[in-house]
């Protein structure tokens, strides 16, 4: 994420153990750990309520599958091709029924 080597964290380090000391170097560990654990958890919290308020759960997205809406269109079209094929289609002749009883 933040894209730190293995020299960035050693300068890091020595900064704040001539900073703060062996003796508290420990603690502000510690601390620093308790800290970014407790903004993880926040986020993925909020993260969990917004999805649960946006109900993104509930859509049914396929993303994976990009051509199965373009599908769908296409075989609606091709039942109003049918459809109007029918229609252009010429009727049977009229068969002619006697008129005498």
Not at 43 to 62: I, K, T, V, W
């Amino acid at each position: 994420m933040f894209d730190v080597g293995f020299w960035e964290l050693m300068l890091v380090g020595l900064v704040a153990l001539l900073a703060f000391g062996p003796q508290e170097l420990p603690r502000l560990a510690r601390n620093t750990v308790r800290v970014v654990r407790k903004l993880r958890a926040a986020a993925n919290a909020a993260g969990d309520e917004l999805r649960r308020e946006l109900q993104l759960d509930d859509l049914d997205l396929d993303y994976r599958r990009p051509g199965s809406p373009l599908d769908h269109v296409r075989g609606v079209v091709d039942e109003v091709r049918q459809i109007a094929d029918e229609t252009r289609r010429p009727l049977p002749p009229a068969q002619t029924v006697d008129r005498d009883p």
